[in-house]
C-alpha cells in the first residue's frame, strides 16, 4: 500500500483553496495607496492603447483608408489583434514565470511590452496601405499581450487578498478614465489620423514609467530550468480540481464579448442607423455619458466587494444591467434611448472592471504559475467573438439583432458566475 507524504498532501490542499483560504502569513504585506495610484497610472497608459483602437480609431482609419470596405478592414484589425493576444498570452505568462531579471521578472516584461506596442502604434497613422496597418497592429498586440500578463500578476504577487478588489479597481478603473480623455484627445484635440496615433502611443508609454521606476518588486523564486518543472508550467489546470477557475473564465469572455459586440460598432451604428450628422461629436457624447456612469461603481464595486467578501453578485448584477442596456438599443434604436443605455452600460462595466480581476485573483490554482493563470483568463477573454459575431449578424441582419445577441451573450456571462461554488 502506499504511503501518503504529508508535505505533499498539504501542498496539494492549499493549492486546491482559494486564495482566500490560506492562511494570512502566506499574503503578501498591504500596498500603499501611493502604490496603487502608481499601479493604475501604469494602467491608464495600457488602456489608452488598448481602448481607443477599438472603440474609435481602427473604425475612422478604416473609414479612410478603405471606405468602401470599413466594416470588413475593421473587423480583421480587431480580429487580428485578439488572435495574436491569444496565442501569445499564455506563452509570455510561462517566460514571465520564470524570468530571473536585475530589474525584476514582472517589470522587466512590462516596460520590454510597452515599448513593443507604443513605438508601432505610433507609425500606424502614417500608413494608407490597410496591409501595412495590419502588421503594425500585430506588433502592437504583441506588446500589449507582454503588459497584459506581467502587470495583471502584480495584484497575485504583491496584493494581499483584502485588497485584491481594490487593486483590481486600480486595473479596471483607468480603463473608463483613458477612453474618456483619450476620446477627448483624438477627438477634439489633435483630430488628424496620424497625430492621433502618435499622441496616443507615446503617452501611454510615458504613463508606465512612475510606477516601473519608483517602486520595487519584492524578490522572487526562480523555477528551476529542468524537464520536469517546465512540464509542470505548461500543463493547465485541472477543471475538475479547479471548477471555479474555469467558471470565472467562462463568465468573462462572455460578459467582455457582449460587452464588444454592442460597442465596437457603435460609431457605424450612429452613423448608418441613427444618421447622426456628426459621428464622431455623438459617439463622444455617449462616451462621456458612459464614462460617468462607470466611474460612479467602479471604485465603489471594488471597495464593497472587499468589505463584504462577496464577488459573484456583483459580476451578475453588472451583467444584468450591460444586458439592459443591449436590449434597449435593439428594442428603440433612437438618440434618446442610446443615452439612456450608456447609463445602464456604464454603470455594469464599471461595477464588472471594479469586481471580476479580484474574482479571477481569489481563484488562482497555484502561486508557481501565478503569470500564465492569469495569462489564460486575460487570454481567453480576446477570443474574437465579438468581430466574428458582428461580421455574421450584420451580414445577415441589422443593428437591433445585433444589440438582442449581445444582450444575450452577457447575461449567459452572469448566470455563469454562479457555477463558482468556492468564493462568494
Given at each position: ?27 503578501p ?81 512590462v ?50 487578498v ?21 476620446m ?16 496616443i ?34 500543463t ?75 464577488r ?14 443591449a ?98
Open positions: 500500500m502506499a504511503t501518503l507524504d504529508p508535505a505533499n498532501a498539504s501542498r496539494g490542499m492549499a493549492e486546491s483553496l482559494p486564495k482566500a483560504a490560506l492562511p494570512q502569513s502566506s499574503q504585506a498591504p500596498v500603499s495607496r501611493a502604490w496603487l495610484w502608481h499601479f493604475a497610472l501604469a494602467w491608464f497608459g495600457f488602456w489608452l492603447l488598448v481602448m481607443l483602437p477599438g472603440q474609435f480609431m481602427v473604425a475612422k482609419i478604416s473609414a479612410t483608408v478603405s471606405p468602401e470596405n470599413k466594416v470588413g478592414v475593421a473587423s480583421f484589425l480587431i480580429a487580428e489583434t485578439a488572435i495574436v493576444i491569444l496565442l501569445s498570452v499564455p506563452v509570455i505568462g510561462v517566460l514571465c514565470d520564470r524570468t530571473s531579471s536585475r530589474f525584476a521578472r514582472r517589470r522587466s516584461w516596460l520590454a511590452g510597452f515599448a513593443t506596442a507604443a513605438v508601432p502604434f505610433a507609425l500606424v497613422g502614417l500608413q494608407t496601405n490597410w496591409v501595412i496597418i495590419a502588421l503594425l497592429v500585430a506588433v502592437v498586440a504583441l506588446g500589449e499581450a507582454a503588459v497584459l500578463v506581467a502587470l495583471s500578476a502584480m495584484i497575485a504577487d504583491q496584493v494581499p483584502n485588497q485584491h478588489g481594490r487593486a483590481s479597481a486600480a486595473m479596471g478603473v483607468p480603463q473608463v478614465l483613458a477612453l474618456a480623455a483619450g477627448v484627445l483624438v477627438t477634439m484635440l489633435v483630430t488628424s489620423v496620424p497625430g492621433s496615433w502618435a499622441l502611443g507615446g503617452l501611454g508609454l510615458l504613463c508606465s514609467l512612475p510606477f516601473l521606476l519608483r517602486f520595487n518588486e519584492p524578490p522572487a523564486t526562480v523555477v528551476s530550468g529542468n524537464r520536469a518543472s517546465l512540464r509542470h508550467a505548461i493547465l489546470p485541472r477543471p475538475s480540481g479547479y471548477p471555479g477557475y474555469y467558471w470565472a473564465m467562462a463568465s468573462r469572455v462572455l460578459i467582455h464579448a457582449g460587452n464588444l459586440v454592442g460597442t465596437t460598432y457603435l460609431f457605424f451604428f450612429l452613423s448608418d442607423v441613427l444618421g447622426v450628422k456628426n459621428p464622431d461629436d455623438s459617439l463622444l457624447i455617449l462616451i462621456l455619458i458612459y464614462l460617468v456612469a462607470c466611474g460612479f461603481t467602479s471604485w465603489l464595486g471594488g471597495v464593497l466587494s472587499d468589505r463584504w467578501g462577496r459573484r453578485i456583483f459580476i451578475a448584477l453588472a451583467a444584468g444591467l450591460q444586458g439592459a442596456a436590449l434597449l438599443l435593439a428594442a428603440m434604436p433612437t438618440w434618446d434611448a442610446s443615452m439612456v443605455a450608456a447609463v445602464l452600460l456604464g454603470l455594469g462595466f464599471g461595477m464588472f472592471l471594479s469586481v471580476d480581476q479580484a474574482l479571477v485573483t481569489d481563484l488562482l490554482p497555484n502561486p508557481e504559475t501565478l503569470g500564465r493563470d492569469l495569462g489564460l483568463v486575460n487570454t481567453a477573454q480576446h477570443i474574437p467573438i465579438a468581430p466574428i459575431v458582428g461580421w455574421l449578424v450584420l451580414s445577415v441582419a441589422g443593428y437591433r439583432s445585433l444589440y438582442l445577441v449581445a444582450a444575450v451573450i452577457m447575461l449567459a456571462g452572469g448566470l455563469a458566475v454562479y457555477r463558482i461554488k468556492n468564493v462568494r
